[in-house]
């Protein structure tokens, strides 16, 4: 049942119309607010007849579309019920899920947070990635000298020292920024300020890929998290469709995941014998169980079975701007065990009997007392990004290929798969959720595994006879 209220502009004529539709009753007997829209008198509609007539058209359109649910009463923004479903996820997700949803929100807030769930469109959605595509919006721009300062700091004799000094910066700053090599933007405001100069004519300014705007994948992980939010939307009843799905973010060119060679991999082996045992077990460790980075970190004492050869791996170690380093559970979620060489398990008690006399000689009780594997001089967990900054120097020392931990791990699948190990088996080592993840990720490598398959039974079939 609808009803029509009237709206008269200051010379009382009537200019537009609310409708309003009956909603029902709470469980208390009070009346639910109706649901509610705006009719607008066409200005071309002159008599009393045409304008009712139209009026009751809009009505019962719009009675249908209440009936239908197409109607809600809710007027939160997307911000505001983004917000609601992050507050949601921290009961269920992982923190670093969590911290990465927050992430988005600046942008999704400036740009389509002010809009109603009730009016979002896939074209608001369109035009929102399109700008972050095409934009000047990147975070990760730096700064690459001109000539120019070259030229004005030949021009006025100024070393690199006397450079340093007027700008407060590193030495080390200041020689690679003269190198002609990427520095933050900072460096550059503030050796343009030391010289007196406009920065953009000292400096271009760059993102490690020559795009201003955000990449594809980037892109998608908007797409994505607004995606997840619309659909707890619906699934409340606050929309009715999930626009989402009828939005076009820019397709990902999905990359195919990189591996080593067996024999870079016997290299990297080689070139370990000159670094410190620690680092040559975490290599050990991730070519030997595909292990990813933040669960290498995670590894404690007790986790490793000396006598079955094999460790449980369940912890994930994880760094956020707010909580600093924190112990999570694998990203599947679920504990798995893996076994292990017995080579590396020797390597594993040499480790063990290395850090055990370093303890002693600290004479403190409490050094380590979570029993990682890996842990920085004061006995606390080693920051996972670490082995990151070590291996790029691993690399310049012995002049290695591109080097990664997960590198490793693709590494890994690709032995396996090429040994003949079955997919449910190698999935399960990785420690995917499902065994369609490790397809996905490794079709490629898959194709390899079945061309060669192919081959081998036409040998034994065919060739043979020839």
């Known amino acids: 049942m609808a009803t029509v209220v009237p709206h008269k502009n200051k010379e009382g004529k009537i200019v537009s119309y609310q409708i309003q539709v009956f909603r029902g009753r709470d469980a208390s007997g009070k009346k639910l607010k109706p649901y509610t829209m705006s009719w607008k008198v066409p200005e071309t509609y002159k008599t009393k007849k045409s304008i009712q007539k139209a009026l009751e058209k809009a009505v019962g359109e719009f009675e249908t579309s209440c009936k239908r649910g197409e109607v809600t009463t809710d007027k939160r923004t997307l911000q505001d019920y983004a917000r609601y479903f992050i507050k949601m996820s921290q009961r269920d997700s992982k923190r670093k899920s969590v911290d990465f949803y927050n992430s988005l929100m600046p942008r999704i807030s400036v740009d389509l947070g002010h809009i109603r769930l009730s009016g979002l469109t896939a074209e608001h959605l369109n035009k929102f990635y399109l700008k972050l595509q ?69 400096f271009d300014i760059v993102t490690h890929d020559g795009q201003k705007g955000l990449s594809a994948k980037s892109i998608n992980h908007y797409h994505t998290f607004i995606h997840a939010v619309l659909q707890q939307a619906k699934r409340e009843g606050v929309v009715r469709d999930n626009v989402a799905d009828m939005a076009l973010p820019p397709r990902v060119k999905k990359k195919e995941a990189e591996f080593f060679e067996i024999d870079e991999i016997i290299a990297i082996r080689e070139a370990l014998d000159h670094e410190p045992l620690k680092y040559r077990i975490m290599i050990y460790l991730l070519t030997d169980t595909g292990i990813r980075r933040g669960e290498l970190f995670g590894i404690r004492w007790k986790s490793v079975d000396f006598k079955n050869n094999t460790i449980c791996i369940e912890n ?46 600290i ?4 050094y380590n007392k979570d029993g990682y594997l890996f842990i920085q001089e004061n006995g606390t967990v080693m920051n996972p990004s670490s082995l990151n900054l070590w291996m790029r120097g691993f690399k310049k020392r012995n002049k290695l290929p591109h080097i990664y931990p997960h590198k490793f791990r693709h590494s890994q699948a690709s032995i396996l798969y090429a040994s003949g190990v079955d997919v449910v088996t190698i999935s399960n080592r990785l420690g995917h959720k499902q065994v ?3 397809q996905n990720i490794y079709a490629h490598i898959m194709k390899d595994s079945d061309r060669k398959a192919s081959d081998a039974i036409a040998a034994a079939l065919y060739r043979n006879n020839a």
Do not use: H
């Open 134 to 202: 095409t934009e000047d919006v990147r975070k990760d721009k730096k700064a690459i000298a001109k000539d120019m300062l070259l030229k004005i700091k030949k021009e006025r004799k100024l070393t690199n020292v006397r450079l340093q000094a007027m700008t407060n910066l590193s030495g080390n700053t200041i020689k690679i920024a003269c190198q002609q090599k990427r520095v933050a933007l900072e460096t550059a405001v503030k050796i343009a300020a030391a010289l007196d100069m406009n920065m953009d004519s000292l």
């Open 363 to 366: 004479g403190d009780a409490d």
């Open 316 to 361: 994930n170690i994880q760094w956020s701007k707010g909580k600093g380093l924190y112990a999570d559970t694998t990203k599947g979620g679920k504990a798995r065990t893996v076994s292990i060489a017995p080579e590396i398990v020797k390597e594993l008690k040499a480790y063990k009997a290395e850090q055990n006399k370093w303890k002693l000689s």
């Open 436 to 438: 369609s993840t490790t």
